[in-house]
């Protein structure tokens, strides 16, 4: 039995990370309708941002957290006024071709920057067990999953609440429909990116100080792709919530079957999710009248 908790503890704590990852993967996807496959690299970009933020300044977790954010957010909106702004009105095919090519250019700056060689990132953060239970954590282990907690209660309600969310909203329920009533499309896209990329500059951070900092970092972009699939492209709280579940599958899988089910399992879960609902747990089914 101890040994089972210690598997949905540790799959709880990866979950988390996937679970901000896709957040950001179904955020640019609800206001655009375009999957941004350079999510994974921002990810990591923000990261070693962090990194270089703690070199120099010897941050804490809180002020750097304060100072990465906005940093990473204002990154975000550069990529969109860049690379995806000019592209809008070609095909939804062009621009995911444009995000594969952005990934692409974020690796090799990146690798250019800092290099091949991995780092630590504790910014301050004790190392020392935590215990809850019988339960063993690290400090890092537990603020992932409260930053996934935190930041799926501040999605719910600025979604709901918020003008730009409800904007937002409309957005994705019918661009056209949103344009005509005054709501301008290229400022929600913008704002959906640098939120996008404020979910990242978290995301990134806290895997890094739970694992490590290195240039493969972006891979977590692919790996979390499943739950972006599993809670819905569309579903931004179903997201998270999914991210969780695919971090334990993955943990339970490896922990009761075979090491080799870790990297595989979570892509069988989207192939029999698609087979079955192809929008996702949580996602919104497109109904088309002819």
Partial sequence: ??????????????????????????????ATGVVNFAHGELVMLTAYVAFS????????????????????????????RIFIRPMLGEPVFSIVMVTIGLAVIL??????IWGPDPHNLTAGVTTRVIMIGHLPFYAAQLM???????CTALAWAFL????????MRAVAAHETAALLVGI????????????????????????????????????QG????????LGGLDAILGSAMAGLIIGLIENLSQGYIGQGLRETSGFIVIIVVLMVRPYGLFGDKDIERV
């Fill in 144 to 150: 992932s999953i409260a930053a996934l907690a935190i």
């Fill in 1 to 30: 039995m101890d040994l089972f908790l210690l598997f949905v503890s540790t799959g709880l704590v990866i979950g988390a990370s996937y679970g901000l990852i896709a957040m950001g993967f179904a955020l640019v996807y609800k």
């Fill in 184 to 219: 301008s499309v290229k400022r929600i896209h913008a704002i959906a990116w640098a939120l996008s990329a404020a979910l990242a500059a978290v995301a990134g951070v806290l895997f890094a100080m739970n694992f490590k900092l290195a240039p493969d970092l972006w891979f």
């Fill in 107 to 112: 690796r090799g700056v990146t690798m250019m």
């Fill in 53 to 80: 933020l703690t070199q120099a300044f010897d941050l804490s977790f809180i002020p750097l957290m304060l100072v990465t954010i906005p940093i990473s957010m204002l990154i975000g909106l550069a990529l969109e």
């Fill in 222 to 229: 692919l790996k979390s792709f499943p739950a972006v699939i």
């Fill in 160 to 167: 709901r609440f918020s003008r730009i969310g409800i904007a």
